[in-house]
């Protein structure tokens, strides 16, 4: 009884202290302190994009060197990869988002934060113009700006190949609009095929889904909606839900090119059980109102019926971007985005204070979020050094201005550019891949995972485990991390939510 006691005790005074913990953090975050303000002295640093690389760049930027102002048609970072889980409902959209501010207000100096899109970037008067084109507007909705220092993180839109009905039939994957708006389709999808005297071969129109791009982004939300049809629909549309077809379409020979081919299998295998159909090396090659028009291996097109469509295909430069290397057409001639040096700065600049990096820049590497955050923190320590080489060009200078002569000033000029040397040693980008993870439905993940000792591909549900606990770590705040886990325990408790609203 003693033991019991105390054992009791000991987990009560562990509970409360956790608690009291999980509340001090939550009360941290909620309450920023004063902040420094901006300083006419310091240089002006612009940072166009609230996503991943801005995002991860703000984390870790020193606010005390710049002045920093953030400009972006979202006031909120989005964490893209449990976007999927957001269209079927798993998640709720809020779980996913991060306002701007709550980080910009936790940092030293303050930090100002703009709700606008950038509309022209002119490197050489060094303007930033920008226009708010949200619903509301007030009297100055248009206005450019100067800036010493610009970082350019705004990230790719949807390559839609120019293909006839992409953009007017089909729902993106890309903004977290997309991802309500797939819900409510697909939502509207099956009570219209509920309405009273609705033909069996409607009802299999208005409930066949179209995925289009066998990459991560077609095969999650494959998966995900797979999940929502097997967990909830088949019991509250019992009569619809074995109407109910998922068809992958990809143009290439096989789905999920970056991963090994033990799981591309695995994946294959996996959706074949799930009923998930996939067409390789088959194009969508036109989307009308009811169905789409295909193209198989045998090069004949056929229009297959559909409800809905969703467009997963790809990146493509944003228009801002595309005008952008325009200005410098000797130097900015990779069609795939900004070509940047060993420490992100855009080529051809000649000032070199344009840094650019994520998904609107062309490198060796994919375009994902691992890459474009790893490149913010990055540079979150070259602007640190570049701030410092700033500080000790102004002494110099200064110094010259004083007017000092002989050894006194030899000495200190001598001191200086030994420490400008010392700060100039920038280390160049390098990219630590720590591997590749996704959701494949049915509660099973595949992973790609280096390891010293080689690759580790592995799949199922203990690899399901891992990914969510791994992107539950990778979520920024506390506050996010508690949300999508209660979103989590909610929606194995009481399953999704079928109201369409
Ligand atoms: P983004 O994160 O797209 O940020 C761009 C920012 O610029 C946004 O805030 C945008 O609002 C802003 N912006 C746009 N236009 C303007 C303008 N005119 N002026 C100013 N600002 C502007 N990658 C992974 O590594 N793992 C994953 O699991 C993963 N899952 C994904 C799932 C989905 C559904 C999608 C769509 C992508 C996924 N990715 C994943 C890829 C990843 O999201 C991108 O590589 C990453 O977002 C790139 O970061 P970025 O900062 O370059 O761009
Ligand atoms: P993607 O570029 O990886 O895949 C798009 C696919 O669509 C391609 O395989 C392409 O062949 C196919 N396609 C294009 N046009 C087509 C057409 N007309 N008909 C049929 N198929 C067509 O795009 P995705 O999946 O959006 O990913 C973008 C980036 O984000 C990638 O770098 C990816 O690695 C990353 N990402 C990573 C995730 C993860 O690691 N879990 C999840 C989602 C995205």
Redo the contacts with the bound molecule.
């Keep these: 009884r003693g033991f019991l006691q105390v054992v009791g005790r000991v987990t009560l005074v562990s509970v409360l202290a956790a608690g009291g913990a999980f509340y001090y953090v939550a009360h941290k975050d909620r309450t920023p302190g004063v902040q420094l303000p901006h300083d006419p002295e310091k240089k002006t640093l612009v940072i166009?994009?609230?996503?991943?690389?801005?995002?991860?760049l703000l984390n870790k930027l020193d606010t005390t060197d710049y002045n920093v102002v953030v400009?972006?048609?979202?006031n909120?970072?989005?964490f893209?990869?449990?976007?999927?889980s957001v269209a079927v409902g798993t998640l709720s959209p809020r779980s996913i988002l991060q306002p701007t501010r709550y980080v910009t207000r936790h940092k030293a100096r303050s930090v100002a934060v703009i709700e606008?899109?950038?509309?022209e970037v002119d490197p050489e008067n060094q303007t930033v113009t920008?226009e708010d084109d949200s619903e509301v507007q007030g009297l100055v909705s248009h206005t450019t700006i100067k800036y010493d220092y610009l970082v350019y993180?705004?990230?790719?839109?949807t390559q839609t190949f120019n293909i006839p009905g992409v953009r007017e039939h089909a729902c993106f994957?890309?903004?977290l609009e997309d991802?309500e708006r797939m819900q409510r389709r697909f939502m509207d999808c099956l009570e219209s095929a509920a309405f009273p005297g609705q033909s069996d071969p409607e009802v299999d129109r208005l409930l066949h889904v179209v995925v289009v791009g066998g990459g991560?982004?077609g095969i999650?939300?494959s998966g995900e909606i797979h999940d929502f049809l097997e967990e909830d629909l088949r019991s509250w549309y019992p009569e619809l839900s074995q109407h109910i077809k998922i068809t992958l379409v990809e143009a290439l020979p096989s789905v999920l090119p970056m991963f090994s081919k033990k799981l591309i299998d695995y994946t294959e295998s996996t959706f074949k059980e799930a009923k998930i159909d996939i067409l390789t090396k088959t194009m969508v090659k036109e989307i009308k109102e009811k169905s789409v028009v295909l193209q198989g291996p045998d090069g004949v097109k056929r229009e297959v019926p559909c409800g809905m469509v969703i467009w997963?295909a790809g990146?493509t430069l944003?228009k801002?971007t595309k005008d952008l290397i325009a200005k410098f057409p000797n130097v900015q001639t990779n069609r795939r985005g900004l070509a940047v040096d060993d420490h992100l700065r855009m080529s051809g600049v000649s000032a070199g204070n344009i840094f650019a990096?994520?998904?609107?820049?062309a490198t060796s590497y994919?375009?994902?979020?691992?890459?474009?955050?790893q490149q913010?923190s990055y540079l979150a320590r070259v602007l640190r050094q570049v701030a410092k080489q700033d500080a000790i060009k102004a002494e110099i200078k200064a110094l010259e201005a004083e007017g000092l002569e002989g050894i006194e000033l030899d000495v200190r000029k001598k001191s200086l550019a030994k420490q400008l040397d010392k700060v100039s040693k920038l280390k160049p980008f390098q990219y630590s891949h720590q591997g590749?993870?996704?959701y494949i439905g049915n509660e099973k993940a595949i992973a790609d995972l280096p390891f010293s000792s080689g690759n580790l591909a592995t799949g199922g549900v203990a690899t399901f485990l891992f990914w969510r606990s791994a992107?539950l770590s990778n979520l920024f705040s506390l506050r996010n991390r508690t949300l999508v886990a209660s979103d989590w325990l909610k929606t194995k408790i009481f399953g999704r939510d079928v109201s369409r609203d």
């Design positions: 166009l994009g609230s996503g991943w690389g801005a995002t991860s400009i972006s048609p979202k909120y970072f989005l893209t990869p449990l976007l999927p606008a899109s950038a509309t920008f993180a705004v990230g790719a839109e994957m890309k903004e991802a991560p982004t999650e939300l997963a990146n944003r801002l990096l994520g998904d609107c820049t994919a375009p994902t979020a691992q890459v474009a955050s913010g590749s993870l996704a992107y």
